[in-house]
């Protein structure tokens, strides 16, 4: 181009020695490799110019790890191929979208925003939400529900053990919780789901990973791509100012001591007062059928959305950065094209809606602006004011060739587990259940609002509340007389993963199939954000291939769909380095939700059925977190003999043989049994012995294979029992009406009161401070 507009400037490149160009890539924050470089020189000496510092920055938000996933493609193309079934899967672009019945759909996506929060925990957890649930409306749907797995270092950690630079993990627990807080209640969706865990490998960087359901009439479906040339290109909702720029390429490399001075500028402001309307705007219009396509703006700005958008449908665009409505003067036109402010979204509307579009807008009070069209391919031509401040070949842009990284495979931690004492049960039962990864998560739901809406049928709660009580899964009604429902889990087990990464993600699609199993639910899909260390390091790589394979393993064992997904790498730094911690959001569907089970114990005398068979193996269980214990084998998994007994325990709740049920996972049977008698104010009388383990304390700790506790009523023992034959089970116990007593062989072996232990495992949390 002869004449670039005023305010936009070369960028001398193309005969730019390695060293000049790695100094240009550290002062502008761009992130280029020399090989990135060398395809970029090699891109404009063919062009005969240089590039405007428009087109670099859009480029280096586009190869950014966050935008291309360049180090992951290779893997989540082999590993989750074929795991979206056209007759189930109705869509997988920025959110999954999955059949539900009669017409309606249900959206799912989940999350990273860890970078973010490690520096400014408030924003950064508010503008996850905003993130999140733009995801889903991205693809038509109404956001319904909110999760929200955090991982946090010990919030007692002493200062020895925090790096100079680096915030407390109370400070950084406090602030992401209330951002939480904030932005979903506010916004109007409830947060229905979510964990929270404590490492030390968590101290440097925390992770903060949030995740949405959306519902929607099957009809309303809309792609995220554009759909014809000369459809207009609409930007909605909030003004664009500086904050977020160069949001992914800080999420693009690890932490540092300077993180929170040099980088808190790449943290979004969010505006959740102005996300609600703008959610009804474009329901409104997507109803009306306004809406040809649509992205939303998030990691990359008006960059990599619109770009993204004309791409996907096999053309160029041509928009005009002046038209941009800002928030602030003065902004340069790079800094628009990057600028990741929220509560923003494109979309692509035909000449002849144009008018009926921003007329909506315009009664919500929402900014909507055509900015562009759709061109004919392969360029993108920005203009700044009318006059050109890039053109660029979009594809070469916004789909970057992936990378081949090394990988390194280690072998799995291989050495037998411990046979833990047979006597002192109450003090190994007391430190599994007041654990901090054990104790009420209750004080934290409670400040989130769980009922806006009116959907949640089973609460998120753990603790002595009236019925519906809490259940491994929540479980929603989407649509207000319809007793169809759909059950929503999280799960994550970071700890098996560091022992056998393949092993433990497959363990993690266990959990997730356990927690819908026990409420009832069939597993329909899941949605999972990988959350790694550095991925220039092969060891990191080689773990993310193995996790990857588990997780699709399991998935087709199980019967999920694996519709949408997301990718974290660098977290960690200042010599810390977090585990493979894949973090599922699942979903799965729930014939009649007036038959979904909670947790919590029903009535005196009813019986205790323990489903599944015990395994010795603590490798990455609670106990051996306690203890500092590593290099111990986890659990072998059977995802195939659990659909077989999980279906077989949903036909039983259908029968009504099922009072309560509850999962067997972190703190093993102790934690389990805990759980079930706080909820209902009752106690449980049990016999260890049918585990078939040696002693009575490796009974209570194990949390291996995947197994159930379930209360069966008085009189229907029989039946229940008729409808598991074949599989492995046992009556161990009787629910009573206080205390925890352990038999062993039909004997005595313990009993203790558990009225002085709820209030120390409800209130044992701390958070919120």
Known sequence: MADWAPGVTTVPVRRASPATLARLSAERGLGFSPSEFDRIRSYFRREGRDPTDVELAGLAQSWSEHCSYKSSKPFLRRAFGGLHPPSRVLGTGDAGVMRFHDGYAYALRIESHNHPSAVEPYGGAATGIGGILRDVLAVGAKPIALTDPLFFGPLDAPDRDIPSGVRTPRYLADGIISGIRDYGNRVGVPTVSGSISFDPAYIVNPLVNVGCVGFLPAARLRPNRAQAVDDHLVLVGGLTGRDGIGGVAFASKELTDRSESESRGAVQLGNPIMKEPLIHACVEAFDRGLVQGLKDLGGGGIASAFGELAYAGGFGLAIDLGRVPL???????????????????????????????????????????????????????IAWNGAPAAHLRVGFRVDPAPLHRPTRRRRPSGRPSPTLPHAELDRQFLDLVLAPDSVSREPVVRVYDHEVQGRTSIRPIQGRVTSPSHGDASVLQPRPGDWAGLAVATASQPWACREDPRGGAEWVVEEAARNLYAVGARPDAFTNCLNFGNPEDPRVLGDFAAVTEGLAAGARALGFAVPSGNVSFYNGGLGAAIPPTPVLLATGIVPDLRRAVTTDLKGVGNSLYLLGRSAPELGGSLWARLQGIRGLRIPRTDPGALRRLGERLVRADERGFVRAAHDVSDGGLAVTLAEMAFGGGLGFSVDLSVTGLGTAGTALAVEGGSRFVVEVPAGRDREFERSLRGLPYARFGRV???????????????RFPLDTVYPRWHEGLGLPG
């Open 327 to 381: 928030r602030e003067t003065g902004l340069r036109p790079w800094e628009i094209w990057v600028s990741e402010s929220q509560e923003r979204m494109v979309l692509d509307v035909r000449e002849r809606d144009l008018p009926a579009l921003l007329e909506i807008f315009r009664r919500y009070d929402v900014p909507a602006t055509s900015v562009g069209r759709v061109t004919e391919p392969p360029f993108e031509s």
């Open 736 to 750: 009573t009406d206080d205390g925890a007593e352990f038999l062993w062989q039909g004997e005595p072996h313990e």
